[in-house]
Each structure stands twice: as C-alpha cells, then as structure tokens.
C-alpha cells in the first residue's frame, strides 16, 4: 500500500514495548509522529530514539504523540531502550512496535526492497488529529533524521490549521508567514490585524498570527 498526503492513516493493532496498542486510540484527539528504524541495536536509530526521548516537552507543547516502529521483538526493544537510555542520557517513554511479522511497515509502506527485501527504511508520518497524513519524509538508513525540521513542520502545519496561512522557505516560529493568493486583500486586511505586507499581489506577508 502506498501511502500519500492527504490520505487516512491506516488504523492498527501491535504489540509494543509498552503493551498492546490501538494507533487510533493512542493518538486519540492528538497530533501524532509514526517513524520507522531499520533494527534494534543500530548507532543511528539509537541517536534518533534518544533524541525524541529528549524532545519530550517539545511534543507535548504541540500536543503530539510519538511512536516508533522496528521489525525486532519485544525483548529486544526492552535490551536497546535500556542502551538507549544509557548512552543518550534519557529515559524513553514512548512506545516502540514490535514488527516482526511486518503487518504494520507493509500496512504504511516502510519496506523500500530495492533498498533492503527485509529492514524498515527511515520513513516519518505527521498524522493529524483528524487522522489525516500530513508529512512524509523517507531518509536512507544511513542518514539520521533532522529533528529540528520536523519540529518546523509541525509548528507549520499547525499555524496552517489554525490560522489559514502558509510559510515561506525556511522559515521559523516567530516569523512572518504568507497570506494565501486565495484571500483577498480586504479580507486579508481584515483577517490579519497586525499588518499585511505585498511584496506582489500574489506575495504578501503578515507576522505571526500567535505570536
């Protein structure tokens, strides 16, 4: 199955390193991050394990759960948590699946058999509460994961929600944000009462709604 933006993620029922798990009900009414790593007791997938661990607040401040996905067991999990909890000065709360059967990577389309017939790619889904998929980034298994950047999306895509804007390249919170062609200048106007600034009348910006 190929996922795209745009789709429902497909709901699932795994047993995890903290017990079996619904995804819906475990997401419930919040935003979530699904991200598959290619084993148990590889470098990089320990590094990226023990930073989300670190980002906790970070998550919980954009209400969003996290869940992790490898094709290992249970007893496995629980070895390498403990490694990871060691060697990145942290303490992983988050659940991690347990896949050997590969019901779930085939269910969101993490194995990439050109790149490994049997190992997860590094694949990460934004899924928003209404279960809808937002993001996906596919990185080799050689190459960890940005975290800041995906960081950036969610705070996006959030404003996106909230607010009806865009954001332009490279942007951070607390910047200025791109108002819609969609929206009319008097609309706009009215909508955004901290200023709207047209660089071309298909280009115009205006701060940070929230901010």
Request: include cysteine; proline fraction near 7%; hydrophobic fraction near 35%.
């Amino acid at each position: 199955m190929s996922i795209k933006l745009g789709d429902t993620a497909p709901d699932f029922n795994a047993e995890s390193s903290l017990g079996n798990l619904n995804f819906y009900e475990f997401l419930g009414d919040s935003w979530g991050i699904l991200f598959s790593h290619p084993a148990d007791y590889t470098p990089v997938c320990t590094t990226e394990l023990g930073k989300t661990s670190q980002l906790k607040p970070e998550f919980d401040k954009r209400n969003t759960k996290v869940l992790a996905l490898s094709v290992d067991g249970i007893e496995n999990h629980k070895g390498w948590i403990s490694d990871i909890n060691e060697t990145q000065n942290t303490e992983v709360e988050f659940p991690i699946i347990a896949d050997q059967d590969k019901k779930v990577s085939e269910l969101y389309d993490f194995i990439h058999p050109n790149a490994s017939a049997t190992l997860t790619v590094r694949s990460l889904l934004i899924i928003d509460p209404n279960k809808k998929v937002r993001l996906i980034i596919t990185y080799p298994a050689s190459t960890g994961r940005n975290f800041t950047e995906i960081l950036r999306v969610l705070d996006s895509l959030q404003l996106v929600d909230n607010y009806g804007i865009a954001t332009p390249v490279d942007w951070k919170d607390g910047e200025d944000v791109i108002i819609p062609p969609a929206v009319s200048q008097e609309d706009a106007e009215k909508k955004f009462t901290k200023g709207v600034k047209v660089v071309k009348p298909y280009l115009r910006y205006t701060p940070q709604p929230n901010k």
